[in-house]
Each structure stands twice: as C-alpha cells, then as structure tokens.
C-alpha cells in the first residue's frame, strides 16, 4: 500500500472505515457502516460521542497531546493527529489531499503507529492477550515498586483497565460525563442559568447521572482507589457553536413572528458565548476557579460522589475515593475547595448515617507555582497527581496544541532530544516535580505522589518518576501494560546501577 499523506502517530493500532466529518454524522451512521473514520481540523469535548462511534480519528491540527490523541489514547482507539497536508472541507463533506479529493462514505486507513494515511481498506487482525503475556506481566508485577493505575472515566473504560492490570483509577475526567446526549441540554442550562437558585435546579438534575456513573466506576474497581477530578474545562466548551447558533436565528428572523420562545433562547445562548469568551482559556477561569465562584458545582460533584460511594459500601461492595481539586497555583484555592468538599462529605455521610469511609482529598500540580510552593499546599492536601500535561505546556511556553508545527523540527535539529509532551523534560519540568516531591513530603511525609498527563504510559517518563520517588503513574487503559513493564525496568536498573557503585 502507498501512504496518501503522514501525520503524528497519536494513538497506536491501525483502523480502515468510511470518512465522515462531524460527530453527529459519525453517530448517525456508525450502527449501518463497519467502519468509520471522524476526520476534523481538530476535536474538542463535544466530538467525544462521535469518537467513541468511530474507529478511528484523523486531525489535521494538533499534537502529541492534543485533545484528539489523549481521548483516542484512553479509548484504545488509533488516532493520526497534526497531519497538516489534510484540508478538512467541513462545508463540502469532503477532504483534499494535493489533488486528491475524499468525499463523505470514502474509505481510508489510518496508521495510528506510524502516523500514515492510506487510501481504501488495509486488512488488519485483532490483538489477543495470550497466557504467556499474563505470566510475564506478572513477573514484572513481582519486581516493580511503582503503582500503576489507569485514566478512565466510564465502567468500560475501568474495566478495561482491570483487564490489563491497572490498580485503580488515576483520572476520572468527569467533564466528559457531560457531553452525553441526555446531559448535555442540562449542564447548558446551568450555565444560563441567571442566579444561584436556578443554576442549582439545574445542578439537582445532574446529580442522579453522575452518581450513576460514579457508581459503575466504583463497583468496577471494588476496593481500589478512584481518583476523580472535579470539572475543569472552561464553561464555554459546552455551549453550541457560535455560528451555528447565528445560523438559527437568522433562519428563525425569516419568519417575521411576533414572538418566538426559541428565538428568546438562541438569543441567550448566544449572549452567553461572548460573556464567556477567553482570549486564552488554557489559563483563564476553568479548574478550581469555576468551583470557588461557583461552589454549587463542587458541592453537586461530591455529593454526587459521596453518595454513590455511601450507596456502593451498603451493597456490600468497597468504595476509595479520591477527591483531586485541579489546577491549584496557591494553597488557599485549595483551602476554599478542600472545606466545600469535607462540608458535603460530613452531611452526605450523616444523611446515609455513615459513620466510615475511606476518601482522601486532594489536587494536581499543573501550574509552575504550586510546585514551588508544595510545601504549604501539602500541609492541606493528603495526595498531589502531577498533570504533566499542562505543566509541561506553562513551565515550557508551548502550546501543546500549536507546538506540533515545530517540534517535530525541534527534535531533528537537536535543539530538544525529545518531545516534551511524550517524554518528560527532565531537566526543566521534571526538576519542579522533584522539588514539589520534596517540599511536599517535607510538610506531609504521608503525601501520596502520582502522576496523571500522557507521560505515565512513556518508559523513559516512568523510570523518571520512579527515581524521583512517586508512588504511582497513571496512563490510558491500553498503556497499562507497558506502564507495568517500563516500572519494572527502572526497578532493576536501579538495582543494577547500587550493585555495580557497592563493588
């Protein structure tokens, strides 16, 4: 077969389906055709049911980790990103590579492994996990001291991480719990919602859907510690489209009615894109900072924690959570959260008359200053999780969206020997997670220490975190077994290394 264009080996394993060009169409046709690829300029949160519908995913934009390569990566799923010799046409249904045009319902292969994009259908075969890998992981279970959980934010993506020997739950991102078809016109009428009191009708809906699934994680991982992240991306990513929204109304203003309840609507969805537009929402009001203007949202998330895991204990089953606040930079955003969350838990488990309950709260070190200043946010929290991938974004100044225009030229030129969002930089990123793991254990010498972003499936990013004395790495489902051997690794290469210096 000949390669039509190369992009970025995102997500490993290969995929052939038919091209469509919106998750809503992927959706529509994903039960009538075998296959399908979703091919956009990029993905963002609300392309996650068209993800999950499809087999594989083609971007034009974007990086290593970009949106599109770590939801591909934690749904097994292969994944080609950045391959920027694809002009996505999404008005035409059609792509254009050179001369070559690719309509809607055409088929083509990716190569998530090598980052290829193959015109027509390429045979491939279903990986099988035989009984001679299951005794070797567990040699390497034998010899490894790190832990190795998984990222997961569904029962099936839990119990595929079970599957392949994951001891627990490292992220549970539960923004994504969101997109789904039934949740989403709730979760957009909070954001309209115009007082407190609305906002929580709006919330009091919610709760029963993410106890549900909080349950199904915890009665999945039974005994084994699920750590989930409060919401984090900025509100406005679950609104429609703001020229989708135009669209309507300009087609509503044809009609010359008098009065329109759905005009009023748009009008107002469309009011409160602008009142929420960021000019660099990576940094702008997202994280912690949604929970502290708006505690509602906390309080309905741990709630909803709480009780499912009060609800899964009385099955006779065993719920750990753990509650992680993200992007914290100062030790009192973490202050204003951590009382939120012990406020709730103390009624929730006084409403389940509960006298017990193994929890643990704390937050992910993302921003350059909260890993400078570990030591007071450890004297708060009972556990950090480094989310490398935003750390490794503001600590380098690289968007890790933007940055995969040059990279890739950045590491053939050697002015970098790696991609800092595949491996970590450990003499830049990495040595701010060796100081907050010091500083931190200085004020809580209990401090439980993991690490969250892409860099928990990289060997040469686990042997890393290994030395440095984390207690865990966390990565996709599909990546725990590599986790499980890289930590081996770095286990006997450390024994190595003592036995050669004591000769």
Same mark, same amino acid.
């Given at each position: 077969?000949?390669?039509?264009?190369?992009?970025?080996?995102?997500?490993p394993? #290969?995929a052939?389906?038919k091209?469509?060009?919106?998750s809503?169409?992927?959706?529509?046709?994903?039960?009538?055709?075998?296959?399908?690829?979703?091919?956009?300029?990029?993905?963002?949160p609300?392309?996650?049911e068209? %993800?999950?519908a #499809?087999?594989?995913?083609?971007t034009?934009?974007?990086g290593?980790? @970009?949106? *599109?390569?770590? !939801? *591909?990566?934690?749904?097994?799923k292969?994944c080609?990103a950045?391959c920027?010799?694809?002009?996505?046409?999404?008005?035409?249904?059609?792509?254009q590579i050179g001369k070559?045009i690719?309509?809607?319902?055409? $088929?083509?292969?990716?190569?998530?492994?090598?980052?290829e994009?193959?015109?027509?259908? !390429?045979?491939?075969?279903?990986?099988e996990?035989?009984?001679?890998f299951?005794?070797?992981?567990?040699?390497?279970?034998?010899?490894?001291?790190?832990?190795?959980?998984?990222n997961?934010?569904?029962?099936?993506?839990?119990?595929?991480?079970?599957?392949?020997g *994951?001891?627990?739950?490292?992220?549970?991102?539960?923004?994504? %719990?969101?997109?789904a078809?039934?949740?989403?016109?709730? !979760?957009?009428?909070?954001?309209?919602a115009?007082?407190?009191?609305?906002?929580?009708?709006?919330l009091?809906?919610?709760?029963?859907?993410?106890?549900?699934?909080?349950?199904?994680?915890f009665? @999945?991982m039974?005994?084994?510690?699920?750590t989930i992240?409060?919401?984090?991306?900025?509100l406005?990513?679950?609104l429609?489209?703001?020229?989708q929204?135009?669209?309507?109304?300009e087609?509503?203003?044809?009609?010359?009615?008098?009065?329109?309840?759905?005009?009023?609507?748009?009008?107002?969805?469309?009011?409160?894109?602008?009142e929420?537009?960021?000019?660099?929402?990576?940094?702008?009001h997202?994280?912690?900072r949604?929970?502290?203007?708006?505690?509602?949202?906390?309080?309905m998330?741990?709630?909803?924690?709480?009780?499912a895991?009060c609800?899964?204990?009385?099955?006779?089953?065993?719920a750990?959570?753990?509650?992680?606040?993200?992007l914290i930079?100062?030790v009192?955003?973490?202050?204003?959260?951590?009382?939120?969350?012990?406020?709730?838990?103390?009624?929730?488990?006084?409403?389940?008359?509960?006298?017990?309950?193994?929890?643990l709260?704390?937050?992910?070190?993302?921003?350059?200053r909260?890993?400078?200043?570990?030591?007071?946010?450890?004297?708060?929290?009972?556990?950090? @999780?480094?989310?490398?991938?935003?750390?490794?974004q503001?600590? %380098?100044?690289?968007?890790?969206?933007?940055?995969?225009?040059?990279?890739q030229y950045?590491?053939?030129?050697?002015i970098?020997?790696?991609?800092?969002f595949v491996s970590?930089?450990?003499?830049?990123?990495?040595?701010? $997670?060796e100081?907050?793991t010091?500083?931190?254990?200085s004020?809580?010498?209990?401090?439980?220490?993991?690490?969250?972003g892409?860099?928990?499936?990289?060997p040469?990013?686990?042997?890393?975190?290994?030395?440095?004395?984390?207690n865990? !790495?966390?990565?996709?489902?599909?990546?725990v077994?590599?986790?499980?051997? #890289?930590?081996?690794q *770095?286990?006997?290469?450390?024994?190595?290394?003592?036995?050669?210096?004591?000769?």
């Amino acid at each position: 077969y000949n390669p039509i264009a190369k992009g970025l080996p995102a997500s490993p394993g #290969a995929a052939s389906g038919k091209v469509f060009f919106t998750s809503e169409d992927a959706v529509n046709h994903a039960k009538e055709s075998k296959g399908i690829i979703l091919v956009r300029q990029e993905t963002n949160p609300d392309d996650i049911e068209g %993800m999950n519908a #499809a087999r594989g995913i083609l971007t034009s934009r974007g990086g290593m980790t @970009s949106h *599109a390569a770590v !939801v *591909a990566r934690g749904m097994g799923k292969s994944c080609v990103a950045g391959c920027e010799a694809v002009r996505v046409r999404h008005a035409k249904k059609q792509m254009q590579i050179g001369k070559l045009i690719i309509k809607e319902g055409d $088929v083509i292969t990716i190569n998530g492994s090598t980052g290829e994009v193959i015109l027509g259908a !390429v045979p491939t075969i279903e990986p099988e996990l035989s009984g001679e890998f299951a005794e070797f992981m567990s040699w390497a279970d034998d010899v490894r001291k790190l832990g190795v959980r998984a990222n997961a934010d569904t029962p099936k993506d839990a119990n595929q991480a079970k599957k392949y020997g *994951a001891e627990g739950i490292g992220l549970c991102r539960t923004e994504h %719990m969101f997109f789904a078809e039934d949740r989403l016109p709730i !979760v957009q009428e909070m954001i309209l919602a115009e007082s407190t009191e609305d906002r929580m009708v709006a919330l009091d809906k919610l709760l029963p859907f993410q106890k549900k699934d909080f349950k199904g994680l915890f009665e @999945s991982m039974n005994g084994m510690p699920v750590t989930i992240r409060t919401l984090d991306p900025p509100l406005h990513e679950f609104l429609p489209d703001r020229k989708q929204i135009e669209k309507e109304l300009e087609e509503l203003d044809k009609k010359d009615d008098d009065y329109d309840e759905k005009h009023d609507r748009l009008s107002m969805i469309l009011r409160r894109i602008d009142e929420l537009k960021e000019i660099n929402p990576m940094l702008g009001h997202r994280g912690c900072r949604l929970g502290i203007v708006y505690p509602e949202i906390t309080e309905m998330q741990v709630r909803a924690i709480i009780e499912a895991a009060c609800e899964v204990n009385k099955k006779g089953k065993k719920a750990c959570p753990e509650i992680m606040i993200p992007l914290i930079g100062h030790v009192n955003e973490f202050i204003n959260q951590k009382e939120v969350v012990e406020r709730i838990i103390g009624e929730t488990m006084k409403k389940y008359r509960v006298r017990k309950l193994d929890y643990l709260i704390g937050t992910m070190i993302e921003i350059p200053r909260a890993a400078l200043t570990a030591d007071e946010i450890a004297a708060e929290a009972q556990f950090f @999780s480094y989310g490398t991938n935003d750390l490794t974004q503001m600590t %380098m100044g690289f968007s890790r969206d933007d940055a995969g225009k040059f990279l890739q030229y950045y590491v053939n030129k050697k002015i970098l020997p790696k991609d800092p969002f595949v491996s970590i930089d450990q003499t830049g990123v990495g040595q701010l $997670v060796e100081m907050a793991t010091e500083k931190g254990r200085s004020t809580n010498p209990d401090l439980k220490i993991g690490i969250c972003g892409e860099h928990g499936g990289d060997p040469d990013s686990i042997e890393f975190c290994h030395r440095v004395g984390l207690n865990y !790495v966390s990565c996709s489902p599909f990546r725990v077994p590599i986790a499980r051997l #890289a930590a081996a690794q *770095a286990t006997i290469k450390e024994k190595t290394k003592t036995a050669e210096r004591d000769k």
